[in-house]
């Protein structure tokens, strides 16, 4: 049960595995921490990583969305002249369906940087008639994250040498822990997280005005493309 339900996390069904709170007779053992990347191995990460998936990795770690709301994205969702994104919906196993919970169906502050990576992904990316984002060329259709999660991000993981289990969920994780990092409040990362509640915030990741959203949010997407610049030089030295 504990596998099917972690399963059910990776695919951004569950916010947290139930099992893991229950007790086994014999024994209190401890269950291993979410992987927490350092803003470095996540930028070599997107380093290594082409595109579309390169663009889908940077909105997940500057943003913490999860990976169903990514494949999910449309360009209407985007308004670049306030500088905001309006979650709308998610795609599981190529079924589209609402935004998770009624808390995540909500505007999210769009960093000038991120936002300008965006315009640019845009002129090059594969143009439907729904206006996808992230839609595969053979299909016309919204990628499925799965597939994503066993090509890419390990491949690129392995590429950045970095240990452990890496997945989708790892990036909304880690973007939690520089939310931490960069001194948010945990009113604003429940705000920034999309939480309903402000327990599963402090429980599973450790009404703000959006000023202070945005500049919580814009802190960590300018640590992160400092680590990226670094990461890139680098890999054009080596």
């Not at 202070?212 to 400092?226: F, H």
Request: aromatic share 8%; charged share 25%; hydrophobic share 40%.
């Amino acid at each position: 049960m504990h596998v099917l339900f972690e399963s059910a996390v990776r695919w951004d069904l569950l916010d947290r595995n139930p099992i893991s709170h229950v007790r086994v007779k014999g024994g209190t053992k401890r269950l291993k921490r979410p992987r927490i990347l350092e803003p470095g191995e996540f930028s070599a990460l997107v380093s290594y990583s082409p595109d579309p998936y390169r663009t889908m990795f940077l909105i997940a770690g500057c943003l913490g969305l999860r990976c169903s709301e990514i494949v999910g994205l449309q360009w209407s969702d985007f308004d670049f002249e306030l500088g905001t994104l309006l979650i709308q919906r998610g795609i599981v196993h190529g079924r589209i369906g609402p935004a998770k919970t009624e808390a995540s169906q909500e505007c999210v502050p769009i960093d000038p940087v991120l936002a300008e990576a965006l315009l640019l992904y845009r002129e090059r990316c594969y143009p439907t008639a729904e206006a996808w984002l992230f839609a595969n060329p053979v299909t016309g259709r919204p990628y499925h994250q799965e597939e994503i999660q066993k090509r890419y991000i390990r491949r690129a993981a392995a590429a950045a040498a970095i240990q452990g289990k890496v997945g989708w969920h790892t990036f909304r994780h880690s973007y939690r822990s520089w939310l931490d990092d960069v001194g948010a409040s945990v009113a604003v990362q429940k705000e920034l997280m999309r939480h309903a509640s402000i327990t599963t915030t402090t429980n599973l990741y450790g009404t703000v005005v959006s000023e202070r959203k945005r500049e919580a949010n814009s802190n960590v997407v300018q640590m992160i493309v400092a680590m990226q610049e670094s990461a890139v030089d680098q890999c054009r030295a080596g």
